[in-house]
């Protein structure tokens, strides 16, 4: 029996630079500080000028129109958390330098990083951005990816296929789920081949030793609703996916049972890419 995760009385941190998904990673992040009562700090990341020539009066003047604009980005950031969730600690923070690069450093001292899937920079039609897939790779702590809003009460999905990292993934999740009044939902797939002539059969829940490894890690007194579900399906990734249509938000570890040397795992990458609603990830 493990002993049930006690919030750490850190921040939560979103990053903001102004476009819709980031609007709706701000509206995320206010709910779900507001649900675990922590701060939310607002950090909106600006590009000055870095290499001052001869014409540095003309440059100062360049780099003091960016940083009023950047102010007024973060303002707006600001004020959206707060109509949101007027009761949460919310600060605002601006900082020069590459979102990628600045949202990392945030994280080591974050209980939870939060981002839309894909800002103001790329390519329309990309289902995530680049800074999104850093920060889910590289961040310290959990990273939140943020691409539609939905309630709470739709319930936290978390895949888990008995790894340390989805064991994290579940106490997390878990985690959540109190904070917020509403379910946990464990989901273990497995796979098999499709060439295969006959699919195994699914056993019980009451048989799957990865289902039932995972309730053993939860408090007997946990006041969450677990529904069990396991699936035996050709794409673990195309699965998930599926599921998560139905829940608040999906959960899942970086890496699973991955043994390459990779910072996240192909069912990650495919999840991030395609679910539809929220996907955090857990290292």
Known sequence: ????????????????????????AVLWAAHHAAATWLPLVVTHCWMGMS??????????????????AAERIAARGLDLAKQAEPKVNTSVKIVAGRPSEVLTK?????????????????????????????L???????????????PAKRGILVAIDGSTQSDKALLFAADMARAQHTSLRLLHIRPYSRYAITRPPVPESKDDPIIQRALKLLPDDVDVTIV????????????????????????????????????????????????????????
Not at 3 to 16: D, E, I, K, N, S
Request: charged share 20%.
């Open 51 to 68: 290499h001052p020539t001869v014409l540095s009066p003309m440059i100062d003047d360049a780099d003091s129109a960016r940083r009023v």
């Open 136 to 150: 889910a790779s590289s961040a310290s702590c959990p990273v939140a990816v943020v691409r539609t809003e939905r």
């Open 106 to 134: 945030a994280s080591t001292d974050a209980s939870l990083l939060v981002t839309g899937s894909r800002g103001l920079g790329g390519f329309k039609g990309l289902l995530i951005g680049s800074v999104s897939l850093h």
């Open 228 to 283: 069990e579900d396991e699936l035996a399906g050709p794409t673990v990734p195309r699965n998930v996916v599926l599921h998560a249509r139905e829940a608040a938000c999906v959960v899942l570890g970086a890496k699973g049972r991955n043994t390459l040397p990779v910072r996240l795992g192909s069912t990650v990458h495919a999840v991030l890419h395609y679910a539809q609603g929220t996907t955090v990830i857990v290292r």
């Open 1 to 24: 029996m493990s002993h049930w995760p006690q919030l750490t009385l850190t921040r939560r941190v979103v990053g903001f630079d102004g476009s819709d998904t980031a609007e709706r």
